[in-house]
């Protein structure tokens, strides 16, 4: 898939979010990137770059202190390469990018793996 393709579709996935979400996601630079880095990886605790999806770097809401401010934006990378990877069809692709977005947004809102497993698998069920 073209990167602007890509790109599209992440845009997509974010302007899909709920308009309280949306609200909140100030100060936070959301890009495509082809593969983690190698950094990116050790960060994950990952060993494998097609195991790395996104990636949420920063200083989660919940953390942020009243001294909190003047700082660098979050940043949040897409993985177009190892996306790609694990889906077959352009929808399967869109649905993967949003799930992802979603993923690396929930970190930003102070969510942990944890509790991104707990939520997923309460999801699943009532399916």
């Known amino acids: ?3 602007e393709s890509f790109e599209a579709l992440v845009a997509r996935a974010i302007d899909d979010l709920p308009t309280e979400f949306k609200a909140r996601l100030e100060n936070v630079d959301i890009v495509v990137e082809d593969w983690p880095t190698r950094w990116q990886l050790r960060q994950a605790r990952l060993r494998h770059p097609g195991q790395l999806l996104g990636l949420y770097q920063g200083v989660p ?3 942020r ?3 909190y401010g003047l700082v660098l934006p ?3 990378s897409i993985f177009q390469k190892p996306i790609e990877a694990q889906c077959r069809f ?3 692709i ?3 990018i949003e799930e992802v ?3 690396e947004i929930a970190h930003h809102f102070g969510l942990d793996e944890g509790a991104l497993r707990r939520i997923d698998g309460d999801r ?3 399916k």
Do not use: F, L, W, Y
Request: net charge positive; no cysteine; proline share 0%.
């Open 94 to 96: 869109a649905a993967k």
């Open 101 to 103: 977005v979603r993923h």
């Open 124 to 126: 699943r069920r009532k």
């Open 65 to 67: 202190g009243r001294g």
């Open 1 to 3: 898939m073209e990167t």
């Open 61 to 63: 809401q919940t953390r």
């Open 90 to 92: 352009g929808d399967d």
């Open 74 to 76: 979050d940043k949040i």
